[in-house]
């Protein structure tokens, strides 16, 4: 095939794909002047059905970090807060377990990117202790 022979084949190929190109912007063109056109109209037209009752968030919300927010509290939930798997071990081993022996078992319990430390649970228990 000669050189000429190549590139007018190349030329025809790169036409054709350049022509397919151009359909499928036309037709993309088309859909958006439709989406205008509808979204155009629906600000235009009255609201069809008044809400009829106020979106209410639930009395209690299974995330402690809804609930935070909700009460407008600054900062961050404690880790041991945001996993309530997590606390829910700490609780039921705080009334008869030092700190220290709830650390260990929750080190051997808890894959390492769960696990906390002293420090953590301490400040956790001063904040949640009840008063004896």
Known sequence: MSPDARNRALIAALLTEAH????????AMDQNHRLVAAL?????SP?????????KA???SPDPAAEHRRNHRPGTLSRITRDPEL????????????LTAIIAEIAATFPPE????LSV???WWRKHAKPR
């Open 58 to 60: 639930p009395a209690t």
């Open 40 to 44: 155009k109209a629906a600000l235009q």
């Open 121 to 123: 649970l301490s400040r």
């Open 47 to 55: 609201v069809q059905s008044p809400v009829q009752t106020p979106v």
């Open 114 to 117: 769960r696990r906390i430390g």
């Open 87 to 98: 606390e829910a071990f700490i609780r039921a081993r705080i009334d008869t377990e030092t």
């Open 20 to 27: 397919q190109t151009g359909v499928l912007v036309a037709a």
